[in-house]
Every structure is written in structure tokens, then in C-alpha cells.
């Protein structure tokens, strides 16, 4: 067994793909925290969807099935889908969950429209664009993960510049504007970034995967902390973490997918959590439970 | 029956009946529960399947309609502890059962006619291969009787128990007072969403399942007020974008599901910018409306 492990630490497939994934984790962990906190953990899941029309026309435009190009169209339509949403909320009344399930499935819809269209052209390159719905890391190039590591450290830098601005904005919006500061404009920024981030992950792991990368491994951290700085690195080291031990996973054990593995990881990392986490876990909330009652019986006995 | 005619009493249908239970949802704000539902029955339809090793049993429904029910158990649980958000447990809860049927599809049921390709995707037309046949006669595609059934199921109960929806739907607080259970209602409901999603994704997928169940019933929201109307406003709508939607499908020969998604979405444009008490386009013509008011009253 080990010295399966050792040999596949030494390949070099493994290495991208273990690579890619761990850089996945970070992206969508650290700005995962932000999206849990604003309670837009679907929005992952609304805009990873919206951008498949977004592969397709990069496609049909440029036919070209290069990462970038495709990932290009991808972002430009997931970040219109966003905005799409939150127009619809705010000029109407419907309510946001109706807005994005609306827009998601439209949008996924004519992206399958437009997948169907570019199937009969001569040069049909729909095994390539393919791989945006389902996601397929074994796949992944040595230039995807040059590609994730420049945006990765994009992300993460324009965080860090911002890191009170959006703290402020996920907290307390209000106290935020009142200050004085743009919050309209923060939060595209923070938007974009998002959009950003989901975008980079779903050639890993598929539309239908990416809201568990960018929920699981904040929920997780959440658990461990009030600070916003450790739930951040936390969740980044969760997502990191998951990303790695499922691709571990699914190359030692026979026709196992990678990246259904890495959400079951990330999964279990977030129930692990939520079950043990001190101060906030179940148990140690049973067990204070228990502690108080017990407490409450002696003071009772000791008056009587 | 010409095949074309019967994808599109099929997408009719379909539509219709997605259209009924998820109008519930759009009233009661649980649109992504329908997202998070289409895709783990998936994982009921598996489990089941490794049972009874036949992908044609009546026991698959069933497997899949508890698994939905389940999902919304799941995040419901999850969510009263007060640990996590609603939105971040469904986020959570859907995408690892969703995980879990791929991994059991991809490692044991390679033989299988089980592919991930069709129950994302769907394909309509591929329903009039499948016939029904009684006493050796061919009366139709199978599709138009089983998505027929689930109609009638919808409509039928949906019409039985109107009233209580209604008021558990608008005020729940005033159900638990009356005496019957919200929490049953809701369990109800969410039964039938599950059973709709079963009948509906082998035609549409589970994505655009999603376009059925909450597109046309957001359009129909933005159109009346009034519950009795909103339904077959709904239903509606949802079959003219199943007719429009195979027109242009047919035409431009692309996927027949995607195509009715995309038709759902103009239709709601539509309705967002030109309904005649809610859109766009009114509210600009009533701002201007009051200005001019204010205007002349000065002058």
C-alpha cells in the first residue's frame, strides 16, 4: 500500500492533478468563506451553471478549444448571469432563490441549445466543451494549472488588498456605507472575484460539484472560529486538503472520480465539524446541556 | 400519432405538470430546493436499482421519491442547529448525495443502461422509441401516458388540497392554529416535487426540470395575484414554451429540453419588462405619469 502511495507521489500525472485540485481548494475555500457569510452559498451553484453558454459561444466564435478562451466566455457569462440575478431582484418581485433558479436552468438550457449547435460543425469540438458540465481533473494540462495559479494568486492579493473593505461589507453592509465607503462597487468586486473563482473550478470538478467547493470547506472553518482571517486560512487549508486526498483516492482505487471524491472529502471535513468542533459542535453543545443539568440538581439538593 | 406530435404533447404535458407543485415553491420561496431535489433522486434511483437490478421497476420511483424527501430532511436538520445557513446547507447537502450516485454509477453499474448523460441532460426525442403497448396494439408513446399520470396526480391532489396549501403556503402560523400540520403539508408537497422531478427528468434532465418547475411559475408571479389564476396561468405558460420551444428546436435541430428552457426564459423577459401591473416598462410610464402630475400641479 504505501508503496503504491510512494510511486504515485513520484508520477508526474498525479502531481498535476493533485496540484490543480489542492489549488482549487485554496481559490474556492478562501472565497467560499465570503459567499457562506453573505449567505450566497448558492450562487455558486446559480453561476457555474449560467456560464455554459458562455464555453459554447467562446467555442463557436473562436473555434478554439483552448482552456482560456473557453474559460474566458465562461466568466463573461457567469458574471452577466450574476447580474442577470440580482437585476431581476432588484427591479421585480421576485424573490432571489426564484431569480436564480431561473437563470441557471434558462442559461444551462441554451447552453445545451448552443452545445447541440456546435456538435454538427465540421471540426465539433464537443467532447472538450463537454467536460465544463461534468468536470474532469484527470484531464487537467500543466498550462490549466499555470492558468490557476495566476489567477489563484490574483484572488487571493486583491483579497488581501481589500481584506477590511470586504470584511466590513460581510459583516455589517450598513456600518459599511455609513463610513463612507462604496459598497455598490465593493460588492461587484467581490462578486466578480466569486464568479472568478467558481469559473476556475469547474473544469475540475463540473457545475453541478463547484457549490460544494465553494460551500463545504467555509462551513467547515466556520465551525472552528470567529475570526474571519482563520476561517479564511482554514477553509483554503480544508478545500487544499480535500483536493489532495481525493485525488489520492481516486488514483488508487480503480474507476473512481475525481472529483465526486473530492466533494465527499470536503463533506466529510464539514460533518466532522459541525459534529466536533469545539464551542459550536452537536456534541459539545450536548454535553454542555448535560454539564448545566447536572449543575442545576446539585444546586437544587444542596438548598434542600 | 406522427413522432414530432407526440415529443410535443409530451413537452406539453411535462411542463404542465412541473409547472403545478412549482409554483408552491416559487410562493414559499424554496425555488433551490427544486435544484437541490432533481438532482439526488438520482442517488434514490441508483440505490434502488442496485435492489432490484431493473431499471424499468416502479420500486425507482419510489427510491427516488424517498431520496428527495430525504434531501429536504437533510437540510432542514442541518439547518435548525443553527450552524449553518439554509442556503449553505442545501449547497452542502445536494452536491455530496449527487457525488455519491456518481461515484456508485461510474463503479459498479458500467453495464448498466445508467448514464450521468441522460439524467443531467435528458433527451425528448428520443420518447416515441418507447411504446406503449396493450393487447398487442400500439396506442402511443409510453412517455404521454406516464408524464399523463403524473398531470392528473398534480392536478387532482393540488385541487383536493388547495386549500390547505394555500393557507400553509401564506401563513403557516394560521394552518398549525387550524389545526392541520404545516410540517405535513410541507412533506406533501415536497413528495410530490420529488415524484414530478422522477417523471420529468428522464424527458428534460434534472437541470432544466428546474426551468419547468420554477420558470413559468416566476413568469405567471409576475403576471396575477391571485393563487386560483397564478396555477393554470402557470401550467400554461409552461406548455406554450414547450410547443414554442420544439418549433424552434426543430428547426435550428438543436436539444429539444434546452430549447424549451431557453423559450421559458424569453417568455419571463417578456413578462418582466411588458406585464401590464408589474413590469418594467409600467412602472417607467407610471413614474412619468406622476411627474408630469407633479409638473402641472406647479405650473
New interface residues.
Given amino acids: 500500500m504505501m508503496e503504491a502511495v510512494l510511486s504515485l507521489l513520484g508520477d508526474y500525472t498525479f502531481q498535476i492533478v493533485a496540484l490543480g485540485s489542492a489549488l482549487l481548494g485554496v481559490i474556492s475555500g478562501a472565497l467560499g468563506s465570503f459567499a457562506v457569510l453573505r449567505r450566497q452559498s448558492l450562487l455558486g451553484d446559480g453561476v457555474s451553471h449560467a456560464a455554459l453558454p458562455g464555453v459554447a459561444i467562446a467555442f463557436l466564435l473562436t473555434h478554439d478549444k483552448k482552456t482560456e478562451i473557453l474559460l474566458l466566455g465562461a466568466l463573461l457569462m457567469g458574471f452577466l448571469g450574476a447580474f442577470a440575478i440580482l437585476g431581476i431582484v432588484r427591479h421585480s418581485r421576485v424573490k432571489f432563490d426564484s431569480a436564480l433558479a431561473l437563470v441557471m436552468s434558462v442559461l444551462f438550457g441554451l447552453g445545451l441549445v448552443l452545445l447541440t449547435y456546435s456538435q454538427k460543425m465540421p471540426n465539433a469540438g464537443q467532447a472538450g466543451l463537454k467536460r465544463f458540465i461534468y468536470g474532469q481533473a484527470s484531464t487537467l494540462l500543466q498550462r490549466d494549472i499555470f492558468l490557476m495559479m495566476a489567477i489563484g494568486t490574483v484572488l487571493l492579493l486583491v483579497v488581501i488588498l481589500f481584506w477590511k473593505e470586504f470584511k466590513l461589507l460581510s459583516f455589517d453592509p450598513e456600518f459599511a456605507a455609513a463610513l463612507g465607503f462604496n459598497t455598490g462597487k465593493l460588492d461587484l468586486l467581490l462578486s466578480f472575484l466569486l464568479v472568478l473563482a467558481i469559473i476556475t473550478g469547474i473544469q475540475t470538478v463540473g457545475v453541478v460539484l463547484m457549490s460544494a467547493m465553494l460551500t463545504a470547506p467555509a462551513v467547515a472553518a466556520r465551525q472552528w472560529s470567529n475570526r474571519l482571517w482563520l476561517m479564511a486560512l482554514l477553509a483554503a487549508v480544508f478545500g487544499a486538503a480535500s483536493g489532495v486526498a481525493g485525488t489520492l483516492l481516486s488514483s488508487l482505487v480503480p474507476v473512481l472520480p475525481t472529483g465526486p471524491v473530492i466533494v465527499v472529502c470536503v463533506t466529510l471535513i464539514a460533518a466532522f465539524s459541525l459534529l466536533f468542533a469545539p464551542e459550536r459542535g452537536v456534541l459539545h453543545r450536548v454535553y454542555r446541556r448535560l454539564k448545566n443539568r447536572a449543575q442545576f440538581q446539585t444546586a437544587r439538593e444542596s438548598k434542600i | 400519432m406522427s413522432p414530432s406530435f407526440e415529443i410535443q404533447l409530451v413537452a406539453v404535458i411535462v411542463s404542465a405538470a412541473c409547472a403545478l407543485p412549482g409554483t408552491f415553491l416559487?410562493l414559499r420561496?424554496?425555488?433551490?430546493m427544486?435544484?437541490a431535489i432533481t438532482?439526488t433522486i438520482l442517488l434514490g434511483i441508483v440505490l434502488a436499482f442496485f435492489l432490484t437490478r431493473d431499471l424499468n421497476s416502479p420500486l425507482l420511483i419510489v427510491g427516488a421519491a424517498l431520496m428527495g424527501v430525504a434531501t429536504v430532511w437533510l437540510t432542514e436538520t442541518?439547518t435548525k442547529?443553527h450552524?449553518?445557513?439554509e442556503?449553505?446547507a442545501?449547497?452542502?447537502v445536494?452536491?455530496?448525495l449527487?457525488?455519491?450516485a456518481?461515484?456508485l454509477i461510474?463503479?459498479y453499474a458500467?453495464k448498466a443502461h445508467l448514464d450521468?448523460d441522460s439524467v443531467?441532460?435528458g433527451e425528448l426525442a428520443y420518447v416515441s422509441f418507447d411504446r406503449m403497448v396493450v393487447f398487442g396494439v400500439d396506442i402511443g408513446a409510453k412517455a404521454i401516458y406516464t408524464s399523463g399520470a403524473l398531470l392528473l396526480v398534480n392536478a387532482v391532489l393540488i385541487a383536493v388540497f388547495y386549500k390547505e396549501l394555500k393557507i400553509a403556503s401564506f401563513d403557516p402560523m394560521l394552518a398549525a392554529v387550524m389545526g392541520f400540520s404545516p410540517t405535513l403539508i410541507h412533506y406533501g408537497l415536497m413528495t410530490l416535487v420529488s415524484l414530478t422531478a422522477v417523471g420529468a427528468f428522464q424527458a428534460a434532465g434534472s437541470?432544466?426540470v428546474?426551468?419547468f418547475?420554477?420558470?413559468s411559475p416566476?413568469t405567471a408571479?409576475?403576471l396575477t395575484d391571485d393563487l386560483k389564476v397564478m396555477l393554470p396561468l402557470s401550467a400554461g405558460l409552461g406548455a406554450l414554451s414547450g410547443v414554442l420551444g420544439y418549433q424552434c428546436?426543430y428547426v435550428?435541430?438543436?436539444?429539444i429540453?434546452?430549447?424549451?428552457?431557453?423559450m421559458?426564459?424569453i417568455i419571463?423577459v417578456l413578462a418582466?419588462f411588458f406585464s401590464p401591473t408589474?413590469g418594467?416598462v409600467r412602472g417607467l410610464l407610471r413614474r412619468r405619469a406622476a411627474l408630469t402630475r407633479v409638473h402641472n400641479n406647479k405650473a
Fill in positions: 416559487v420561496k424554496m425555488s433551490m427544486s435544484d438532482h442541518l442547529t450552524l449553518i445557513s442556503d449553505s442545501i449547497g452542502i445536494f452536491p455530496l449527487f457525488a455519491i456518481i461515484i461510474s463503479r458500467g450521468t443531467l441532460l437541470v432544466l428546474v426551468a418547475m420554477i420558470g416566476v408571479y409576475l428546436a435550428l435541430d438543436v436539444s429540453a434546452g430549447s424549451m428552457a431557453v421559458t426564459g419571463f418582466f408589474k418594467i
